[in-house]
Every structure is written in C-alpha cells, then in structure tokens.
C-alpha cells in the first residue's frame, strides 16, 4: 500500500474552479497504476469520479463531470490531480484519491480495486 494525502480543497462560488492534489509516498507510483478521484456526500454512497486504468493512457470520467473535471498525473512527483472547471452546487462532497498499488485494472470506477486511500478534503461550491 501507499499513503495518499489530498489537497486544494476549498469554497467556490458556482462556475468557479479548483485543482485538487494527491501525492503518494511509501512506494513509487508509475503509469501502469491504476489512480482515481472520487467523492462522497452525508449519508451516500462514495461515487466515481475520473480515474486512469493504467492499462491505456485513456482517463475516464463520471457522465456528471464529463467536459468540466480532468484528471491529470506526474508520476515524476507520484501526484496525481483533479481540475475542476465549471463547478456546481451539486459538485459539493468530500473528494477522495485512491490508487491501486499492485498495479493496474480494468475496473478503475469500482472503489473495489483500490487498495490506498487519501483521508479526503472538502469542496464547497457556493451558489
């Protein structure tokens, strides 16, 4: 496993934007791992974001933020980051990265194969 910590958090207005963070320490990352964002709000599910497999260098995006969030990597920095154009009151949750330290997958929307998870930070997206 590796220890992931998030940041870039914050309170925006609506149409705002933000770049969340995610560095990885206690192993090196590399393009072959499968990285992920997700978010969760009170009393629901935490749901899929945007992720990379690790298998193709295609990323991969919830129909929600589709065109608005990108997900972007540096492995040279084992970070990884969300840029988040356009936000939305409903954008609002705690986000979460995740990465999968045995390597890559197919599944990289399911929080199943994720065995590494950053604490989270708040978005708050004011009207």
């Known amino acids: 496993q590796v220890q992931l910590v998030e940041s870039g958090g914050g309170l925006v207005q609506a149409g705002g934007s933000l770049r969340l963070s995610c560095v990885a320490s206690g192993r090196p990352l590399t393009a072959t791992n499968t990285l992920g964002w997700f978010r969760q709000t009170p009393g629901r599910e935490r749901d899929f974001v945007a992720s990379?497999?690790?298998?193709?260098?295609?990323?991969y995006y919830a129909d929600s933020v589709k065109g608005r969030f990108t997900i972007s990597r540096d492995i040279t920095k084992n970070t990884w980051y969300l840029q988040m154009n356009n936000l939305k009151p409903e954008d609002t949750a705690v986000y979460f990265c995740a990465a999968r330290s045995a390597g890559s997958s197919f599944y990289s929307m399911k929080k199943l194969v994720y065995d590494s998870w950053g604490p989270g930070t708040q978005v708050t997206v004011s009207q």
């Open positions: 990379f497999s690790g298998i193709d260098d295609a990323s």
